[in-house]
């Protein structure tokens, strides 16, 4: 059976990708403490299309820092899911972190995060709280990398 929110992403035209693959046993997507779930920081996902390698401004233009942040979104949504069975159980976006491999003099991390936090903000439309952050390197070259925070029923 297919959730609300589920079904708000298909309408939206919009789909998750299979949920990101942690490469050590010592991490996880998702860490479930009471009411909160705290999700690890999740890079792009390659199969919808994302930019996987490059400095916002540089080779990563902000537009598609922008895109890639909605699609970042999209694979934290796709762990989640897997971690509570259904998208339904999220009550509201508690807090993203978002960190941008940012080209020297960049300073507009802000304006690439918001492709994460207009997505949420569409599927959960309460005002959330975040960082959006420039760094020197992201692993892998990743241009974007997003932790967040769930309340959960």
């Given at each position: ?6 079904a ?7 789909e998750l990708?299979?949920?990101f693959?942690?490469?050590s ?7 479930e403490t ?29 537009a ?12 934290i949504?796709?762990?989640?899911e ?18 941008v491999?940012?080209?020297p003099?960049?300073e507009?991390q ?11 903000y569409?599927?959960?439309?309460e005002?959330?709280a975040?960082?959006?952050v ?5 692993p ?14």
């Amino acid at each position: 059976m297919t959730g609300r929110i589920e079904a708000r992403l298909a309408e939206m035209g919009l789909e998750l990708p299979e949920p990101f693959a942690y490469p050590s046993a010592n991490r996880t997507g998702c860490v479930e403490t009471g009411n909160l779930l705290f999700v690890s920081g999740h890079p792009p996902p390659a199969e919808l299309g994302a930019a996987m390698r490059g400095k916002v401004d540089a080779e990563v233009s902000e537009a598609e820092a922008y895109d890639t942040a909605r699609k970042t979104a999209l694979n934290i949504l796709a762990s989640v899911e897997r971690h509570l069975g259904s998208l339904d159980r999220i009550r509201r976006v508690i807090k993203i972190n978002g960190y941008v491999n940012s080209s020297p003099g960049f300073e507009r991390q802000f304006a690439a995060i918001d492709g994460a936090s207009d997505l949420l903000y569409d599927l959960f439309p309460e005002a959330h709280a975040r960082t959006a952050v420039g760094v020197a390197e992201l692993p892998r070259g990743f241009p974007i990398e997003i932790e967040a925070v769930f309340e959960i029923e």
